[in-house]
């Protein structure tokens, strides 16, 4: 998420690497190079919308509009504190999923956004927190519409489990995937990322620079 002036950089894992390079179809040796590359530009950690958009154009043949919508994307799903920043390592996942991950794969991701404790399932304060977060995304300072968006994740959520109270519903990633794929409102409603099929968009492998 938005990246805190007192953390350092994320490192990536060999995980975020395998991820990345399934997703967006490079290879492993080229998701190390952009990310160095990341690092050398912005070596606090720390990548401005306008730096996204600068690194998209050196890397991808998309068109400009596409470029633009994809550096949206990115910032919507990982910019959670507003301040127009993500770290270096959201950047590269971010990509990879808003340039050829399918809907199922980044429903998966959404669903791991959501997980902030890890345990494979999402319980009423990460429920809380998916709240808070389709209202900055869709209702802003609009009561009305606030209130809609509480209302409908909460009678998707109950009607999942059962009409169990909020309190008591834990939701897996299958449900969880399964739930907004077939509510596309709702799916529109939590997913920071533009649910849709891939853009043809072609990713160009970058060069490391020779030493």
Not at 148 to 159: N, P, T
Not at 163 to 174: A, H, Q
């Amino acid at each position: 998420m938005g990246s805190s002036s007192s953390q350092p950089p994320a490192e990536l894992s060999e995980e975020d690497i395998e991820f990345i390079s399934s997703k967006a179809k490079i290879d492993h040796e080229s998701v190390k190079v952009w990310y160095e590359k990341l690092k050398a530009a912005c070596p606090n950690g720390k990548i401005s919308k306008a730096d996204t958009v600068s690194f998209l154009r050196s890397i991808n043949s998309g068109k400009e509009d596409q470029i633009e919508k994809q550096a949206t994307d990115i910032h919507k799903a990982f910019d959670s504190n507003n301040d127009g920043i993500v770290d270096q390592r959201e950047f590269l996942i971010g990509f990879a999923l808003t340039s050829t991950g399918s809907i199922r794969e980044k429903l998966k991701y959404v669903f791991r956004t959501y997980d902030h404790d890890k345990d494979g399932v999402i319980n009423k304060k990460e429920i809380d927190r998916m709240a808070k977060i389709a209202i900055r995304l869709h209702a802003k300072d609009d009561p009305e519409n606030t209130q809609r968006i509480l209302d409908e994740l909460k009678q998707s959520l109950e009607h999942l489990h059962h009409g169990k109270d909020l309190d008591d519903i834990k939701i897996t990633s299958k449900e969880f995937i399964q739930l907004l794929m077939e509510n596309k409102e709702l799916c529109d409603l939590v997913s920071p990322f533009n649910i849709e099929q891939p853009r043809d968009v072609t990713v160009q492998q970058p060069h490391a620079q020779s030493k």
